[in-house]
């Protein structure tokens, strides 16, 4: 489904990506861990479109994309939670789910997205007339989510879902990407510093340090590398 050859992108003179490929494919989760610097966050923001490559190519179920602009990407599909929530505090829950769904290209649609969105978040529903900036913080990465999933991608990308929450959020965080995974077949891509967390949720993995893809495996041959859990999971 997603494809990257390749990718450079600098920051001033300063490489943040060096020669990064990856694949995600249909119906996958795959993981993206790394410390803090590693190019995790950039990784996502090529994806989107956020920053221009230098070098490289992404493609999106065989076309390229990177040449296309930010705003048309969400409307080929990918969805972009950016870390920190980013919620529009001063519109209420519906208002900022509602936001997600202007992707969709039958606005019929619209009413079922966002019951969609209430299904996997049900404090969601409680709180749908509250302003998002009242929310717990748990609360408002559900939200986040839910405008994430809000406009039926077929690609969503999570940066950072955990951060900032308690051990039982991100439980729940956790569970309702692998729900919708397991559930609806999405295709998720994940940035996580909790490598333990994100391992264990994915079918595949990739090891980001210093703007380089260092390591590469499946979810069984991650865990058992003891070079990787001495290094990313303390272990």
């Known amino acids: 489904m997603l494809a990257l050859e390749g990718v450079e992108v600098r920051y001033g003179g300063l490489i943040a990506l060096r020669d990064v490929s990856l694949q995600v494919n249909q119906g996958e989760v795959v993981a993206v861990i790394g410390p803090n610097g590693a190019g995790k966050t950039t990784l996502f923001k090529a994806v989107s479109g956020v920053v221009p490559l230098v070098a490289g190519s992404i493609r999106l179920e065989g076309e390229p994309i990177e040449r296309l602009s930010p705003a048309l990407r969400p409307h ?8 920190g929530r980013q919620v529009f505090g ?3 829950v519906e208002e900022n789910l509602q936001l997600g769904t202007v992707a969709l ?5 619209a009413g079922r997205a966002l019951q969609r969105c209430y299904d996997l978040f049900p404090v ?5 007339q509250q302003l998002a900036g009242s929310l717990s913080g748990g609360q408002q990465q559900m939200l986040a989510i839910g405008r994430g ?17 308690a051990p039982t959020i991100v439980d729940t965080i956790f569970e309702s990407v692998q729900r919708l995974n397991r559930d609806e077949g999405l295709t998720v891509l994940i940035v996580e510093q909790r ?3 994100a391992i264990e949720i994915c079918d595949r993995g990739y090891v980001l340090s210093t703007g380089e893809v260092v390591m590469r495996g499946t979810r069984a041959e991650l865990l058992a590398d003891k070079n990787l859990r001495e290094a990313y999971l303390g272990a």
């Open 90 to 92: 001063d519109l209420t």
């Open 124 to 128: 969601l529903w409680e709180r749908r």
């Open 195 to 197: 490598a333990i967390e």
């Open 149 to 165: 999933i809000a406009s039926h991608p077929r690609l969503l990308m999570l940066d950072e879902p955990s951060m900032g929450l």
């Open 105 to 109: 290209r039958d606005p019929r649609e």
């Open 76 to 83: 080929r599909g990918i969805a972009h939670v950016p870390e």
